[in-house]
């Protein structure tokens, strides 16, 4: 079993930034991928990056793509989604999702945490 728990979210204006925090414990093994995804009214959830745990290595959705970066911080299970130059159409229910190498989907899931962008 792996919890996670987001924190981080909240109000800002258009053009702000937010850090999103997400802690891992549990069963978590040698490897793995720390993925946000977010979800806002009305719309289906979408995948907004992704990190490998041991390399680093990460994704982007294209859109946040130079705004937005995800990092990892191994000796406090933490990973993190910084946003910047936030937009309205940013905002959604964030989450953060671990993935098992041997998954073909993400296999935990966070609670989410609400992030508003005000114009």
């Known amino acids: 079993q792996v919890h996670l728990v987001e924190s981080g979210g909240g109000l800002v204006q258009a053009g702000g930034s937010l850090r999103l925090s997400c802690v891992v414990s549990g069963r978590t093994f040698n490897n793995y991928a720390m993925g946000w995804f977010r979800q806002a009214p009305g719309k289906e959830r979408e995948f907004v990056a992704r990190?490998?745990?041991?390399?680093?290595?990460?994704f982007y959705l294209d859109s946040v793509k130079g705004r937005f970066i995800i990092s990892r911080d191994n000796a406090k299970n933490t990973v993190y989604l910084q946003m910047n130059s936030l937009k309205p159409e940013n905002t959604a229910v964030y989450y953060c999702a671990f993935q098992y190498p041997s998954s073909s989907s993400y296999d935990y899931w966070g609670q989410g945490t609400q992030v508003t962008v005000s114009s």
């Open positions: 990190i490998w745990w041991n390399s680093g290595s990460t």
